[in-house]
Nanobody, 121 residues
Framework: QVQLVESGGGLAQVGGSLRLSCAASGSILRINAMGWYRQAPGKQRDVVAT???????NYADSVKGRFTISRDNAKNTMYLQMNVLKPEDTAVYYC???????????????WGQGTQVTVSS
């Protein structure tokens, strides 16, 4: 059984910083793309940042220059460093991974349970 577990969310002040982590565990042979998504109340889930196994990174325009995505392939862990936080960054943040399990012939998509980030002014 594969699990993605996020941590590091919470309350921050405008202009402050938070660091999210996403740890993947289980019978994982290989992880391909990983990413962070967020969903604010009443809105759809949107991509924040993605990173491939080879390290290619993409950011949503709204977070460019403020957020940094990274991953540690040896630990099956992904991070999101969020700086200069704004009230509009308030949302539930979800991690995503496309991964291959032992004994499986194809990659499957997995999601974490989400972690709340609240930015107050």
């Amino acid at each position: 059984q594969v699990q993605l577990v996020e941590s590091g969310g919470g309350l921050a002040q405008v202009g402050g910083s938070l660091r999210l982590s996403c740890a993947a565990s289980g019978s994982i042979l290989r992880i391909n793309a990983m990413g962070w998504y967020r969903q604010a109340p009443g809105k759809q889930r949107d991509v924040v940042a993605t990173i491939t196994a080879g390290g290619t990174i993409n950011y949503a325009d709204s977070v460019k220059g403020r957020f940094t995505i990274s991953r540690d392939n040896a630990k099956n862990t992904m991070y999101l460093q969020m700086n200069v936080l704004k009230p509009e960054d308030t949302a539930v943040y979800y991690c995503y991974a496309s991964l291959l399990q032992y004994g499986s012939a194809r990659y499957q998509d997995y999601w974490g349970q989400g972690t709340q980030v609240t930015v107050s002014s």
